[in-house]
């Protein structure tokens, strides 16, 4: 099956900060999506990606899809404490198409 | 979202009985997935549906039971639990047809724990 792998697991930045998540695939990605994880919350999409070299942005968070179509990024500018959560990538399984395999996510620290 | 709801939101059992987590949407739409959240696993997909009638295994099917008797309703069974089922689990949806890649909508969770 299709594995995305997301790094880092964890990061810690204090507010103010820059911040990026990877997303990364063996395979050829159909199309990315983006979900926010508030702790003690449910996942709740951000944005999807399918083009190569897509770039997308919404205020601070900066989206973008590799050219190869195996890896995407979500960056936030200086974070805030309303940042804090995980945030997973998920791609559709191209076999089945009603299917999302998400990454294992990761999770934001945000100190004042 | 208010269209998605799961009951209960906290559940303690011991490894063997029967629990059955509900799940009900709103929306009619036809797609709709288990997901159980560990530590370090991220989500993980345990059964989806197509449509009513219609389900199929996900990454880690084992243990559990689903069925799908009406578009709005698709509850998941453990029939003996484990303590490895201790988990968050979510139940989720979403609309298909021409956006085969819509975005999935998540209720707000059941906790399980098996003792």
């Known amino acids: 099956g299709q594995q995305v792998m997301q790094i880092p697991q964890y990061q810690h930045v204090q507010e103010g900060e820059d911040f990026t998540t990877y997303c990364n695939s063996s395979t050829t990605l159909s199309n990315i999506q983006w979900y926010k994880q508030r702790p003690g919350g449910h996942p709740v999409f951000l944005i999807q990606?399918?083009?190569?070299?897509e770039v997308k942005k919404q205020k601070r968070l900066t989206f973008q899809f590799g050219e190869a179509k195996k890896n995407s990024s979500l960056h936030i500018t200086a974070t805030q404490t309303t940042d804090v959560g995980t945030y997973f990538c998920a791609e559709v399984d191209t076999g089945t198409a009603s299917k999302l395999t998400f990454g294992t996510g990761t999770r934001l620290q945000v100190t004042l | 979202d208010a269209g998605i709801t799961q009951s209960p939101r906290y559940k303690i059992t011991e490894t063997g009985r029967q629990v059955t987590l509900m799940c009900h949407q709103t929306w009619s739409h036809s797609y709709m997935f288990w997901y159980r959240q560990d530590l370090g696993h991220g989500l993980r997909l345990i059964y989806y549906s197509a449509a009513a009638d219609i389900t199929d295994k996900g990454e880690v099917p084992d243990g559990y039971v689903v069925s799908r008797s009406k578009t709005e309703n698709f509850p998941l069974t453990l029939e003996s639990a484990t303590r490895s089922q201790t988990s968050v689990y979510f139940c989720a949806s979403r609309f298909p047809g021409q956006l085969r890649n819509s975005p999935l909508h998540f209720g707000n969770g059941t906790r399980l724990t098996v003792t």
């Open positions: 990606l399918v083009k190569s070299g």
